[in-house]
């Protein structure tokens, strides 16, 4: 009985590791530091635009509102990326970006 519970255990395990891998989901963005302004969608959502390339979307779980001061701080990121925004004093975490 234990013979049968190593096989299961390892078709398990790599089944989830092959889940982790796939990062085909993810999108990233390149030359986001080129972008010369930005605007608010909703209170996590913002738009940056103009600059090279397509306007990019970036979703946070940090608050955004109409008064709010933006840096960029890297220039490539992806979905999940830490310390890519400058917002009112606090460094920022990207949830979601998109090229529009």
């Not at 255990?9 to 080129?34: E, H, N, P, Q």
């Not at 209170?43 to 109409?66: A, E, P, R």
């Not at 990326?81 to 529009?100: F, I, N, R, T, W």
Request: charged share 20%; with cysteine.
């Amino acid at each position: 009985m234990e013979f049968a519970k190593k096989p299961m255990r390892s078709i398990l395990f790599w089944t989830l590791m092959l889940g982790r891998v796939d990062s085909s989901s993810a999108d990233c963005i390149l030359s986001a530091k080129s972008k010369t302004s930005y605007v608010i969608l909703d209170s996590h959502t913002l738009i940056l635009k103009g600059g090279i390339g397509k306007d990019v979307l970036v979703k946070s779980y940090h608050f955004f509102n109409s008064a709010s001061q933006i840096t960029v701080l890297k220039d490539s990121f992806c979905d999940y990326e830490s310390a890519v925004l400058y917002v009112d004093g606090e460094v920022v975490d990207a949830q979601q970006v998109k090229s529009l």
